[in-house]
C-alpha cells in the first residue's frame, strides 16, 4: 500500500453532518475523515445530491457524467468542499430531489425506490475506483463504505477486472441491512452469479449488506465488543455465520467524539462553563436544565438525563417500568427524544403523572442535548444493544457518569464504579446486566448512593474527564489497518 502520504481514500456515506444527518453516522463521517487527513491521508466524502445537500453547498463544480444503470438514469459529479475545508464529491441525480428524508419520507415510511437511490451511491463508489473512471482526476487506493446504503460498492468492485481500490466495509448498526426484492439485482445491472448465497442473496431477497460483507478486503464496526457479539445469534441479525467466517477480517475500532463541539470549557448552548477543577459550576447547569424542562429547583436531587430516540433498542421501555419508583428515590428524569409512538405517549403520560419530577421532550434539540449532558448529574443508556453509542463519553467529558447496560461500546467506554476501579482511579460511571426492570433499578440506586458521597462523586466525574475519547487515536487505528490492505 502507498505511504500515508500518497494513499488516497473516497469515503462513501448516505449522511454527513452538518449538511444531512439523522444519527451517529452523520457525525462519524463529518469527524474521521478530518482526523485521517490530519495523519495525512488524502480523503474524499462521497454522498448523494439530496436537496438538502445541494442547497448547501458553497461551490460546486461538475466534474464528471456517471453513466446510468438499467433502472438508474445518467448522472452528475458534483466537486464541492466540506465546511471542514475537505473535498466533497456529490451524486447528483433526479432520484434524490425530493421533500422528506433521506430514507423515508414525512411519514417514516420508507421510500420505494431506496434500491435504487443507494444503488446508484454504490455504483458510483465502485466505478471511481476503477481504471475505467470518468473522474481521471482522482483515483482512490481504497473505498471506505459506510453501512448498508454503500454496501454494495464490493459487489461491483468485486467483478472488476483488472486493478481496483481495496474495500473496508464498515457496519455501524447491524439491524439495518438493505433487504430489497430479487429483481433489484437487474435493475442495478448486478451480474446474475452475484445473485447467489455466496453473493447478495438472502433468504430469496437481496440485501446490500451482506454482499458489503461477503466481498470486502475488510470489516469494521464500531466498538471491539460489538464485533464480538455480532458473531453470535443473539445480536448476529441473521448475518453471525458470514460474521464467523470472516472473523479474520473483523475488526471492531471504538468511534472517538467532536471534542471541540463536546466541550464544557467553550460549549456555547450551555450555562456555565466549567472544567475538572471548576465542578460547583456544574451546578448553574442543572438548575438552569430544570428550570427550561419544568423540574423543581432542588439542587440536592439527583437528576438522570436521556437524549436518544425512543426505541426498544435503546431500553427505554425497561426505563419506563421503573420510573415511578425512580421519583422514590428520590431523582428526577429529563428526556429528550423522538421514536416509536407508543413510548412517546407513554413518556409524556409519565411527565404528567410527576409533574415537577419527570419532564419529556419529543423531538430533537441541539441546544438542550447539551444543556442535559452538563445539566444531568447522571446519564442514563440501558440499550438492548449498543454497536457504539456517543452520549456516554459526552457524559464523561461533562463529568455527568452514565448508567449504561453492559453491551457493546458502552461496555468499551464506561469503567464500572467499584472499590477496585475507585482505587486505581478509572471508575467513571456504572455498568450494570442484565438488562430488566429489577436489575436497572437496583443499579440507579447504587449510583443514587455514590451521588451522596461527594468524595466519590467528584473522583468518577475527574475520573470520566480526563479520559481521551478523540478521534485522533481511532483514526490511526483506521490508518494501519489501510496500509495493512495489499495493494489492488
Not at 500515508?4 to 481514500?9: I, R
Not at 455465520?241 to 467524539?257: E, V
Amino acid at each position: 500500500m502507498a505511504s500515508a502520504e500518497k494513499l488516497k481514500v473516497l469515503f462513501a456515506t448516505s449522511e454527513i453532518a452538518p449538511l444531512i444527518k439523522t444519527g451517529g453516522l452523520a457525525d462519524v463521517s463529518a469527524a474521521l475523515p478530518v482526523a485521517l487527513n490530519a495523519l495525512g491521508v488524502d480523503i474524499r466524502v462521497l454522498v448523494p445530491g439530496y436537496p438538502q445537500v445541494m442547497g448547501a453547498l458553497k461551490t460546486r463544480s461538475r466534474v464528471a457524467t456517471l453513466p446510468g444503470l438499467p433502472g438508474i438514469p445518467p448522472a452528475s459529479l458534483i466537486a464541492s468542499k466540506l465546511p471542514s475545508g475537505l473535498p466533497l464529491l456529490v451524486v447528483e441525480c433526479p432520484i434524490y430531489d425530493r421533500n422528506g428524508g433521506p430514507y423515508q419520507d414525512a411519514t417514516a415510511t420508507d421510500w420505494q425506490d431506496n434500491d435504487l437511490r443507494f444503488g446508484l451511491l454504490s455504483y458510483v463508489g465502485a466505478l471511481l475506483s476503477t481504471p475505467g473512471s470518468p473522474f481521471a482526476a482522482w483515483k482512490p487506493d481504497i473505498v471506505h463504505c459506510n453501512d448498508w446504503q454503500t454496501g454494495l460498492t464490493p459487489v461491483y468492485l468485486n467483478y472488476v477486472h483488472g486493478p481496483r481500490a481495496r474495500t473496508v466495509m464498515t457496519i455501524h448498526n447491524l439491524a439495518f441491512q438493505g433487504i430489497f426484492p430479487p429483481q433489484s439485482a437487474n435493475r442495478l445491472g448486478l451480474p446474475p452469479q452475484a445473485f447467489s448465497i455466496d453473493g447478495v442473496e438472502y433468504y430469496g431477497n437481496l440485501s446490500f449488506l451482506k454482499g458489503g460483507l461477503q466481498f470486502a478486503d475488510r470489516i469494521t464496526t464500531v466498538s471491539p465488543s460489538y464485533a464480538r457479539e455480532i458473531q453470535t445469534e443473539q445480536l448476529g441479525m441473521g448475518l453471525q455465520g458470514l460474521l464467523s467466517r470472516r472473523k479474520d477480517r473483523l475488526t471492531g475500532i471504538l468511534n472517538g467524539i467532536d471534542t471541540d463541539a463536546w466541550d464544557p470549557e467553550s460549549d456555547p448552548y450551555i450555562e456555565r462553563y466549567y472544567n475538572a477543577a471548576r465542578l460547583a459550576s456544574k451546578q448553574d447547569n442543572k438548575r438552569a436544565l430544570q428550570l427550561r424542562m419544568g423540574l423543581q429547583d432542588s439542587p440536592q436531587t439527583p437528576l438522570f438525563g436521556v437524549v436518544s430516540r425512543l426505541t426498544d433498542q435503546k431500553g427505554l421501555d425497561v426505563l419506563a417500568d421503573i420510573v415511578d419508583d425512580l421519583v422514590e428515590l428520590p431523582a428526577q428524569l429529563a428526556v429528550l427524544g423522538s421514536g416509536d409512538p407508543a413510548l412517546q405517549r407513554r413518556y409524556q403520560a409519565l411527565a404528567q403523572d410527576h409533574a415537577g419530577q419527570v419532564a419529556v421532550q419529543i423531538g430533537f434539540d441541539e441546544g438542550l442535548s447539551h444543556q442535559i449532558e452538563a445539566g444531568a448529574d447522571l446519564f442514563a443508556m440501558p440499550s438492548r444493544f449498543e454497536p457504539c453509542g456517543l452520549n456516554q463519553m459526552y457524559s464523561q467529558r461533562y463529568g455527568t457518569p452514565p448508567l449504561v447496560h453492559g453491551t457493546g461500546g458502552l461496555l468499551d467506554s464506561v469503567v464500572d464504579c467499584s472499590p477496585a476501579t475507585l482505587k486505581d482511579h478509572t471508575a467513571s460511571g456504572f455498568v450494570f446486566a442484565p438488562l430488566d426492570a429489577v436489575t436497572l433499578l437496583e443499579n440507579c440506586r447504587r449510583s443514587v448512593a455514590a451521588y451522596g458521597d461527594q468524595r466519590t462523586w467528584r473522583q468518577l466525574q475527574k475520573n470520566g474527564m480526563k479520559r481521551d475519547f478523540s478521534w485522533e487515536a481511532r483514526a490511526q487505528q483506521y490508518l494501519d489497518l489501510y496500509r495493512a490492505l495489499p495493494v489492488g
